[in-house]
């Protein structure tokens, strides 16, 4: 349930930066909740376009009328994905809302390839394709386990933000991190 969870919390962050979406990033600076990893991961600097796999299972309540995965449904599978090249490094949202910053999705670009169904095994493979003083970009491809069919890739542009939303520079401390 932690996954779902996860999932639900971290989506609501997902945005273009606006007035209004500056009044969410300052609710959740000042909110209880937590995302906390299900285990304790060692981070360590990640190597130049390294890659990071994540596994899942789809399930009953994920896919449509159709039998399939909703489309909508995939931007939290690309978000677990994330999370797991976040939590390689040895972040968790909760770490680095308490050193006073927040990394946020700014767009996502997402290429459909093929339908995944109930009871299919998905792996999510995430690199840093490029970054910049201000913003990165993950490149992300889904495919079904074991065939490698691709499900899905996808190019997401990401920032970060401070205590009031304001956007600033990647930090130092993630650039080490990241091997950047």
């Known amino acids: 349930m932690l996954f779902g969870a996860r999932l639900h919390f971290v989506s609501d962050f997902v945005f273009e930066i606006s007035n209004f979406r500056v009044q969410r990033v300052r609710r959740l600076f000042a909110s209880t909740q937590t995302c906390e990893p299900q285990k304790e991961v060692q981070g360590r600097a990640l190597k130049d376009k390294d890659v990071v796999e ?85 490149h992300q491809k889904i495919f079904k386990h074991p065939d490698e069919t691709l499900v899905a890739r996808a190019d997401v542009t990401w920032v970060f933000v401070d205590r009031e939303g304001k956007l600033i520079p990647i930090p130092d401390f993630f650039r080490d991190a990241m091997g950047l």
């Open 54 to 138: 994540a596994f899942l299972k789809v399930r009953t309540y994920e896919c449509d009328a159709y039998g399939h995965v909703n489309n909508a449904v995939y931007l939290n599978y690309l978000e677990y994905g994330r999370m797991a090249v976040l939590e390689k490094a040895g972040f968790t949202l909760t770490k680095l809302k308490s050193m006073g910053v927040l990394i946020v999705v700014r767009r996502i670009e997402i290429d459909y390839k093929a339908s995944a169904e109930e009871g299919e095994e998905l792996v999510i493979r995430t690199f840093l394709k490029e970054h910049h003083k201000m913003k990165g970009v993950f």
